[in-house]
């Protein structure tokens, strides 16, 4: 027998509860294009073993084996001087940089944020523990375990051996905390395990609230510092640190957002980038997942505007036209991956939901769920709706 959406609906809030929006009408739809294509996916991964930095090791790292370690993307060898340092071409990747690292934590990504939806609508324990296996490889066990840090990411070969802006690659991080505090607050995985997972989030954002890389990331004055917002906000969320909560939401409100965005809802200093397109969506998306992290009943992100008239939903209506059809785009064209956007933008989603406005939300089921480019993938880190249904 077929389940109606709503009939699921109400099944989904019987059993964990709903603490707001679900009247929403387009909730339904959501669940309805979601539900299905999810629990097959975490069928197949539930065969799938955990794969963790420990798996792969580049001997250009500084660090130890259980370091996360990547390299800057622009950054090429110098045809003048080949053993020389590299040199920088803004926009285009280099596909020799070592990326194993970042392409675990995006599986993990992947992996833990389809379980978790597959359990939000089923239910069923299998989902909840193959997610806790991979928790437990990454952040608990001794053996297999990330260090809580970010110290060789982004790394230059002959300049640097890690960066502030490789804090970036942990924004994919931000859909494994949100699994996290969806089967802990509902009880699906042991409390025991749940609260040694949090440690290891604890000192992460302990790490990159107070090392200098992360506090030059969080002073950058462009998408990183949003990503940082977005990061350390799920982080504190996840772990109860409500100062660090704090901050972020100050952060947004009176530096990130009036810094960032124009008069007319852009943002300069993406479009001024080789990848103008690819760039303002991606810094859209990190408002928007910001503010649907950091948003309460009493401090909405969504509403809130700059005395000069910026806010979200001015950012929203400056893109949503060119995401609509792209050929009316103004501005140049990117220069690596111009075809493949846009795809299912989760300010689409959050900005749809949070406004009212169904055509950002048919618009976010008209495009690709299932983006195949690495690149794309690589700056959509939040991708499973049903995760944030009831943040």
């Known amino acids: 027998m077929k389940i109606t959406a709503a009939a699921g609906m109400a099944i989904f809030c019987l059993i964990f509860g709903c603490s707001r929006g679900y009247e929403n009408p387009y909730y339904n739809k959501i669940l309805d ?32 084996r259980h370091d996360f370690y990547s390299e800057g993307d622009y950054w090429w060898p110098d045809p003048d001087d080949p053993e020389g340092p590299y040199i920088r071409k803004d926009g ?24 978790a939806s597959a359990w939000l609508f089923t239910g069923e324990q299998k989902y909840a523990l193959k997610a806790l ?49 969806v089967l802990s607050d ?28 992360g506090i030059d990331e969080m002073n950058t004055t462009n998408n990183h510092a949003v990503c940082w917002l977005a990061t350390a906000g799920i982080m504190a969320k996840l772990t109860s640190n409500q100062e660090v909560v704090d901050l972020c939401t100050y952060r947004f409100k009176n530096i990130a957002l009036p810094g960032q965005m124009g008069k007319d809802g852009s943002f300069p200093r993406e479009l001024d980038r080789t990848k103008p397109y690819g760039y303002a969506l991606f810094n859209i998306d990190a408002f ?58 989760s300010s689409l989603l959050f900005a749809g939901l949070a406004y009212n406005i169904p055509e950002y939300i048919d618009m976010y089921l008209e495009l690709d769920a299932n983006p195949a480019h690495p690149e794309v993938i690589r700056n959509l880190p939040v991708r499973h709706p049903a995760i944030w249904m009831d943040l």
């Open 33 to 64: 294009d979601i539900k299905q294509p999810a629990i097959e996916k975490a069928d197949k991964y539930l065969s799938k073993d955990p794969v963790t930095v420990t798996a792969a090791y580049c001997e250009r790292s500084a660090g130890g």
């Open 92 to 115: 285009l990747s280099n596909p020799n940089v070592f990326s194993d690292h970042r392409h675990a934590m995006v599986r993990l990504s992947e992996h833990t944020s389809t379980l």
């Open 133 to 181: 296996e991979h928790f437990n490889a990454w952040f608990t066990n001794p053996e297999t375990l990330m260090n809580p840090h970010m110290l060789y990411a982004q790394a230059i070969s002959g300049r640097v051996t890690g960066r502030g802006i490789g804090l970036i690659d942990a924004y994919h991080l931000v859909e494994v905390a949100q699994s996290i505090r």
């Open 186 to 213: 509902r009880n699906a995985i042991p409390v025991d395990q749940a609260e040694d997972i949090k440690k290891w989030f604890s000192r992460f954002l302990n790490w990159m609230t107070t090392h200098q890389y």
């Open 288 to 345: 928007a997942n910001a503010a649907q992290i950091l948003s309460t009943p009493e401090n909405n992100l969504w509403d809130f505007e700059t005395p000069e008239g910026r806010s979200l939903k001015l950012g929203m209506e400056f893109i949503f036209p060119y995401i609509k059809d792209k050929s009316a785009w103004p501005y140049n064209k990117d220069v690596y991956i111009w075809e493949e956007w846009p795809v299912r933008q």
